[in-house]
């Protein structure tokens, strides 16, 4: 017998059946093949600081990187110190290039060239008009240390420049359109030069080209190093990656802080690709050229007791004869993960796959339409709490035959409760004959009792799909809507045990119950109502429950999303009554 026990089992099942695949494919991708981290730590040159990794194209023709005793540098043992005090004592301390870019704030440090503090002008902490820009980039030296460098690693004994060469500079500030030129002479045949430029947005492009003085060839592989001190905190749910990711060989690998303690390191051999390090809306990312054939790594190791993460390339080795110059370019990426400007990188810059920093997870053929229809709704009203609203009512009238068709099959099944209760009076000891007597009613009434769930099991999907956007996209971030809703991404910040604010006490959280997450409940409840009740008394004590339960699951989510489930649901029950009324059910009868 399908009653309304199915339709909650049907609904209770698709949420377990969605989230635990999505949670089971999060922690199941696969990685990239695995060495053991000690021969590279033996390998690697002692003293010289993780640094970012770029973008390499060298104009001699490039050779596969076999680097046998070859590694990129990594960092060395760093004072222990707090992040708020060290940074803004670390800034002070030695020559700087200020960055002044349209999206960007910070500086480059001249002791080693390395691109270490960085604020994202856009993005503050908090909703308060004074909150300090979000911090993106720390100097080496600080408890959280985060940093980009470049450069090269000689393979016969030349004189390079390290974590502690000092570059001179040709101008104190890097703008959009003025980009800076560090310059060094090894004083031993090769001379250095690094430009530094920025684009409208997060994409660096620094070209290092090396000349040769001398009356011997030098051969030098070019890296970048993307190096980050402590392990983050995390969100804590697996719907979305935090840790190191990359591309390669067209393949997307994502390895988390936890696994990469654990295995030491991933290698991979690629033609082309990224490699970088990825927070929930945050990125650092290095772009090889695209056309190279690079060995990229994540590597952990311990340094004092801290962790040390780092993302790096190594790409093929390149001869500068005697009277020749050399040229690397490469690309780093630092900023938000906004997807309409990582696309277009992915795009004009020819990156492979680098729309998969953004995690629309597996269900991306539904959550992605879903983000750029709110997308493109809010760019004409300039609310996504209203696009959330208008994105709900066209759903609602896509599918407005289906729910339709439903809601008559259910309004019949209504009709037909009080047959049905004596039925299952009458046969209240035969199981299998009430069970053929319920299938004739249902025939002589063409009635199909699996139709009500239906609605349940399209809205099921697209509630998923919205919470993922809600969650991962930063253009929902600090997005408001109105009244005491300045954040759609969080949760209702009201709860009706200290009445809304009225009395000074903060309740524990999972008692914190917003207006939104009570308008919810209330119109599940009366949807409920509006449905055919199961006549079992327990049956009918545990739907009474169900309301009250939804409200306390869905409190702590996004408020966005239990906004788009209230309205849904009000839609819902108008086009429910709707039907009811024209089928000659009254209001009183309806809600029974």
Known sequence: ??????????????????VGFEMYSAKNRPAPTIEKTQSEQAKAKPGIPQAPQGKASAKATPSVPSPQGISVPTAPGLPTMTKESSRKALLKDGDRITINAPRVHGSIALTGGRIDDLTLAKYRETLKADSAEIVL??????KDAYFAEFGWVATSGQSVPDAN???????????????????????????????????????????????????SAATLHPYGLISRRGTPEVSGFYIIHEGLMGVANETLSEVSYDDLKEKGQVKESTMGGWVGITDKYWLTALVPDQKAQVNTRFHHRLDNADDIYQADYLSAAVTVQPGQTIQSVNRLFAGAKEVTTIEAYNDNLGIARFDLTIDFGWFYFLTKPIFYALLYINNIVMNFGISIILLTIAIKLAFFPLANKSYTSMSRMKKLTPQMTKLRERFADDKTRLNQEMMELYKREKVNPAAGCLPILIQIPVFFALYKVLFVNIEMRHAPFFGWIHDLSAADPT?????????????????????????????????????????????????????IMFTFMLARFPAGLVIYWSVNNVLSMSQQWFIMKRMGISGKDALK
């Open 1 to 18: 017998m399908i009653d309304n026990k199915n339709m909650i089992l049907a609904v209770v099942l698709s949420i377990i059946i969605l």
């Open 137 to 142: 980039l720390i100097p080496k030296g600080a």
């Open 165 to 215: 060469t000092v570059w001179e500079t040709d101008r104190k500030t890097l703008s959009k359109d003025a980009p800076v030129t560090l310059t060094w002479d090894n004083a031993k045949e090769l001379k250095f030069s690094r430009t530094i430029a920025i684009d409208e947005n997060y994409m660096f492009t620094i070209t290092q080209t090396v000349k040769n003085t001398g009356a």
């Open 495 to 547: 709860s009706i045990f200290n009445l809304f604010g009225l009395i000074p006490w903060t309740p524990p959280e999972f008692l914190l119950i917003g207006v939104w997450p009570l308008i919810m409940g209330v119109s599940m409840y009366l949807q409920q109502k509006l449905n055919p009740q199961p006549t079992d008394p327990m049956q009918a004590k545990i739907f009474q429950f169900l309301p």
